[in-house]
């Protein structure tokens, strides 16, 4: 595999318990499962990436996967059927997305490409919202998580690492990924920083990559958020 992807991620492990639960859930089958969830990740994988990209951005997000309690939407797929799941969901498409306007016209959009009803795409936004950042919370922190899954998030943390040595920066964040992106990215002289920023900027990238088809889907949210 070429590289890893939220489709990737949510296919494999405690991603397909979580999947099985939505389509048990909401009457699908695993081929129409996999198709709205896939039709909606560009969605979030956009949002995901257009934050990251704003100054500090980065850094929100590894905090939020660090500190937040996400991997338990993965963990114990039954907790999707719950209020607090749609509660989160919607808190993180707010961020993401901006308004509900926005998560409408998504869900229509992806209702178009996988052939399921645009009310139920809705109700699904906010579930896959959850179960993607409960699938980065669980590659950024668990530790039996295999190496080849942590190797976008520890590039990254390379890279940031290195820039901190060029400079002779150190890092003031403390320990672990978290603490050695941070100290990477904040610890040295602004080029080495923007520099690292950049790398970093292309690495995520390609984490957050909805599964890496070329989708439409993925210049349709960008067409929807131009028009905020």
Known sequence: MAGLNLMDMLASGAGQGALNQLGKQFGLDESATQSAVK????????????????????????????????????????????AES????????????????????????????????????????PMVATMAMGSLA??????????NLMGNFGSIASAALGAAAMSGGSSQSGGGLLGGLLGGLMGGGKQQQASANSGAMGMIGNLLDADKDGSAMDDIFEMVMKRR
Do not use: C, F, W
């Open 86 to 125: 749609v509660n989160d969901g919607n808190a993180i498409l707010g961020h993401l997305l901006g308004s509900k306007e926005v998560s409408r016209e998504v869900a229509a959009k992806a209702s178009e490409r996988a052939g399921v009803s645009t009310d139920l795409m809705k109700q699904l936004l």
């Open 138 to 147: 669980k590659q950024s922190k668990d530790p039996d998580v295999p190496v």
């Open 39 to 82: 039709a909606l990740l560009p969605a979030i994988s956009g949002g995901l990436k257009r934050n990251v990209a704003q100054p500090g951005g980065l850094e929100a997000l590894m905090g939020a996967l660090q500190n937040g309690d996400h991997a338990k939407y993965l963990e114990q797929p039954e907790t999707l059927n719950t």
